[in-house]
């Protein structure tokens, strides 16, 4: 019998892919269960969607300007408190600093709507139009201490299609997004790092 696996979700924006792990726990697809949804922006509409599942939804916003290592280390310690197995980064988008990664680091998961090393960064989707590329995608891997430079763990191609612009193509990468995050979590194991 393997142990439910207790997840923190880290958001920033509509919380899509959220909702996706949410609904495939819920449906029993996944031995894992979302414990907190943790947000660095007050409003974000991620936070609604856990609290409408009964989940925990906590705001730690950070003020451009402000002690961003203090920031990182209060984050931390919010989502210590619920003792999670795995975090996962579902479009959080703020970089995950020092005092995060010694104490999550090797059990900190993220999607990136390209299929990485390709694509990095806050623009994927524009960036593989720009590029002309004919196939993109979506990955998941290990957060480490670079950006989207981590160990990769899966990850799924999409097609790019003509006429497609950067927002269209962005819709279409996150169905595969939605499904990846579940898969990795559904086949994460302890020790994976
Ligand atoms: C995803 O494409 C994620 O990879 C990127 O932002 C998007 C988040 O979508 N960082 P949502 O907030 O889950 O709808």
Do not use: C
Not at 32 to 47: K, M, N, T
């Amino acid at each position: 019998m393997n142990v439910t696996l207790d997840v923190v979700v880290l958001v920033s924006g509509t919380g899509t892919l959220l909702q996706s792990l949410i609904d495939a726990t819920e449906a029993g697809e996944v031995n894992a269960r979302v414990v907190a949804v943790v947000s660095d922006q007050e409003a974000a509409p991620a936070l609604m969607r856990a609290r409408r599942h009964g989940i925990e939804a906590i705001a730690h916003p950070y003020r451009r300007g402000t002690d961003r290592a203090g920031w990182d280390a209060q984050l931390t310690d919010i989502v210590a408190a619920f003792e999670p197995d795995l975090v996962a980064s579902a479009g959080f988008m703020k970089l995950l600093g020092e005092a995060f990664l010694a104490r999550f680091g090797g059990r900190t998961i993220n999607t990136h709507p390209s299929l990485l090393p390709s694509f990095p960064g806050m623009r994927a989707a524009h960036d593989a139009l720009a590029a002309g590329v004919k196939v993109t995608g979506a990955t998941v891997f290990l957060v480490d201490e670079g950006v989207d430079t981590g160990r990769i763990l899966v990850q799924a191609a999409v097609e790019v299609l003509d006429g497609d612009d950067a927002e269209v193509l962005h819709e279409r990468i996150k169905i595969a997004e939605r499904e990846l995050l579940v898969r990795a979590v559904r086949d994460w194991r302890p020790g994976e790092a």
